[in-house]
Nanobody
Framework: QVQLVESGGGLVQAGGSQRLSCAAS????????MGWHRQAPGKQRDMVAV???????NYGDDVAGRFTISRDSAKNTVYLQMNSLKPEDTAVYYC???????????WGQGTQVTVSS
């Protein structure tokens, strides 16, 4: 079993920046993608960003150009650099890992990001 531990959430003013980190508790075997989703109160959980082992990235329309995802596979860690934050970015952010070719999906416990106007 893999546990994902997120850090870096908190309160930030609109226009500011914040960096989230997510570390896996152990090495993950096989090919896997890492990413972030977010869920605002009363809304569904949406994809924010994903990154493959080869470094290919994909972003949700709402964050493209403002957020950057990166990973350090040697440390089993994924990062989310968030710039030009808006109040509508306020949500609980969840990191996840999907092992390609399996049904193995792991989720973090979530970290709250609050952007004040």
């Amino acid at each position: 079993q893999v546990q994902l531990v997120e850090s870096g959430g908190g309160l930030v003013q609109a226009g500011g920046s914040q960096r989230l980190s997510c570390a896996a508790s152990r090495r993950i075997f096989g090919l896997y993608t890492m990413g972030w989703h977010r869920q605002a109160p009363g809304k569904q959980r949406d994809m924010v960003a994903v990154i493959t082992g080869g470094g290919k990235t994909n972003y949700g329309d709402d964050v493209a150009g403002r957020f950057t995802i990166s990973r350090d596979s040697a440390k089993n860690t994924v990062y989310l650099q968030m710039n030009s934050l808006k109040p509508e970015d306020t949500a609980v952010y969840y990191c996840y890992v999907h092992v390609i070719g399996t049904r193995e999906d792991y989720w973090g416990q979530g970290t709250q990001v609050t952007v004040s106007s």
